[in-house]
């Protein structure tokens, strides 16, 4: 019999090795139970009855006493669940184990294999059900020409059906859009969809079919949990290279927070290593018989590596759609804040060996921690989390993530207790989180831009897609001090706009001010100009001129008549159909003449 207390640092009980199979093996626990069963009923392993009529694959057999002795009554064979070097006396020393845990490897792998084999089958049969083709015609705005829409075009990507009679699916799928089709798997035919929610910052929006011939011989998916590191998922979608649907496997290989092409958002994302290619967007990543994800992007330019947007995002989002009625975003803290992984930066403001956190640089004068945080600060906890000196807080097992991401994971309006380190004393703040919009619009889909024109001077508020028309390398080829101020300046005032005058239409009234195109406009009349819609207010209240201040003190100068008749001269000339955007019209009063190119 083996001896009732063993030493751990030397030796490994049955039982502590049914636990360690539990453990670290969870496709073994039925076998690490029944190892622990045999142990305690014996010293010595015997066969049970159910397998007598079986035979050996090797001539290992039942024996006592620790000798190989030939048993002809209980014969073992490989075919057992058990091997039959295990019906030795078990586990004397580590060893031993270690021999048991090579001897149990094949038969570990080939449970694994029939589990991921049952798991694929499961998902594409799901996947029948549920996954639905997207057709997308869009027509994106044209912002050097803010009255006109570039030429349409056609894109497919993938989507799936959850509760509520509703699907799933990317926001830049149906961005822009103007007409959107889905097809089931399996049917010929298409059926008219509705946009009923977008969320770009996260890139999903939320679809919904009047047919009632289109919910038959359907089945909606249920949102599962985060996939632990190398956990298998199946990715399925129509990606482009053909027509039917694809299902592709693959590996969770990295958790964090990541950058959304789409919103240029930084929010969690899931890395796997699975090919995501156009048309696999919006189809879930099924990890069992659950939703894992939603495939969104690749990483440009490296073989086999996707990402899918997890749960908490996507419950984020819907939540919202629901208890709202539409998307109302992810929440800020409105902070700009610095690392203190330096010794001498955390001396200087008092920091003891025992505390951790991250310094406060700079604070939105839009966000309610603009009136309750100082520069300066250093932020040691949220809502009880400690911020490491890098700003990452624990994350499951040894696993960090950046505190944004609590921030994020928060309802509007919701509010979160701060801990901070001021001037050396510790204390406990309260702040109420809310989304916060830049001065400057990093993205505008399904929205036409605003613009007014006087005298030939087309005014637009600055926003990037704007920057984007000068192509992919913007950053480098767009105005400079546009681009500086489109990443830089925080909004001081709600609505708060940067209006610029994006372009001259020449004509003779404005003959001479051609050059001054892409500059801010600072102040109309000698008042400062909030945003476009003040713009227009200030000029349609001038009487005899209109003065314009601009970037680097240039000046704009014009008659009030001369400019009205000008403006609807330039107009006609250039088949513009209205001298401002609908979003300002009900704003301004102005003549029908101003007003359209007729």
């Known amino acids: 019999m083996l001896a009732p207390t063993l030493r751990s640092a030397r030796r490994l009980s049955s039982s502590s090795f049914s636990k360690f199979l539990k453990d670290s093996l969870p496709l073994a626990s039925s076998l690490a139970a029944e190892i622990s069963t045999r142990a305690n009923a014996s010293a010595f392993s015997s066969c049970s009855a159910s397998h007598s009529s079986l035979k050996s694959a090797t001539n290992d057999h039942c024996c006592n006493n620790g000798e190989s002795k030939m048993n002809d009554e209980n014969p073992c064979n490989g075919n057992d669940i058990v091997p039959s070097s295990f019906h030795k006396p078990l586990l004397r020393n580590r060893a031993t184990s270690r021999r048991a845990l090579r001897a149990l490897q094949p038969h570990l792998n080939r449970i694994k294999a029939k589990r991921i084999t049952t798991d694929t089958f499961s998902a594409i049969e799901l996947a029948l059900e549920s996954v639905v083709k997207v057709f997308t015609v869009s027509s994106s705005p044209n912002y050097f020409l803010p009255w006109q ?20 699916t990317n926001a830049h799928v149906v961005a822009d859009h103007t007409f959107v089709l889905v097809r089931k798997h399996g049917s010929p035919t298409k059926y008219r969809a509705e946009v009923l929610a977008v969320g770009h910052e996260c890139d999903l929006a939320i679809l919904v079919v009047n047919s009632e011939e289109f919910w038959e011989d359907t089945n909606c998916l249920e949102l599962g949990d985060i996939p632990i590191l190398q956990e298998t998922v199946a990715v399925v979608g129509y990606p482009q290279g053909g027509d039917n649907i694809s299902i592709t496997k693959g590996v969770v290989s990295r958790i964090e927070l990541t950058q959304y092409v789409h919103g240029a958002s930084q929010l969690m994302a899931i890395q796997i290593d699975a090919a995501i290619n156009p048309g696999n967007s919006g189809g879930p990543a099924i990890m069992g018989n659950k939703v894992a994800g939603v495939a969104f992007q690749n990483l440009s330019g490296a073989e086999n590596i996707g990402y899918i947007i997890p749960v908490p995002v996507i419950r984020h989002f819907i939540a919202g759609v629901e208890e709202s009625g539409k998307y109302v975003g992810f929440c800020s803290l409105g902070l700009s804040c610095q690392i203190t992984e330096n010794v001498q930066l955390r001396n200087h403001f008092k920091m003891g060996p025992e505390m951790t956190g991250v310094l406060v640089n700079k604070i ?55 801990k901070i380190l001021r001037d050396g004393q510790v204390c406990e703040l309260s702040i109420t989180l809310r989304p916060l919009q830049p001065l400057v619009p990093v993205h505008q889909f399904d929205k036409l831009p605003s613009y007014y024109i006087f005298a030939g001077l087309v005014f637009i508020p600055l926003i990037q897609p704007y920057l984007h028309e000068y192509g992919e390398d913007w950053y480098n080829t767009s105005p400079r001090r546009l681009c500086e101020r489109a990443l830089r300046e925080l909004p001081k005032k709600p609505g708060e706009q940067l209006v610029i005058l994006s372009q001259v239409l020449m004509d003779d009234i404005n003959a001479g001010y051609e ?35 601009l970037d680097d003190d240039r000046v704009i100068v014009l008659n009030y008549e001369m400019a009205k008749v000008g403006t609807s001269r330039i107009l006609k000339r250039h088949r513009i159909p209205s001298a401002m955007s609908h979003d300002l019209m009900n704003n301004v009063s102005i003549s029908d003449s101003e007003l359209t190119s007729s």
């Open 515 to 549: 050059r001054l195109a892409e500059l801010q406009v600072k102040k109309v009349n000698g008042v400062e100009v909030e945003n476009l819609k003040h713009l227009c207010q200030l000029v349609d209240n001038s009487k005899d001129s209109v003065r314009f201040d």
């Open 149 to 168: 829409n570039k030429s349409q075009r056609e894109t497919m990507g993938s989507g799936f059906i959850i509760s509520g009679k509703k699907i799933l």
């Open 364 to 418: 939105n004068p839009l966000s309610d921690a603009y009136n309750i945080l100082k520069k300066d600060d250093i932020i040691l906890a949220f809502d009880g989390e400690p911020i490491a000196n890098d700003g990452t807080v624990s994350f499951r097992n040894r696993e960090r993530i950046t505190f944004d991401h609590l921030v994020s994971m928060k309802k509007a309006n919701e509010k979160s207790v701060i």
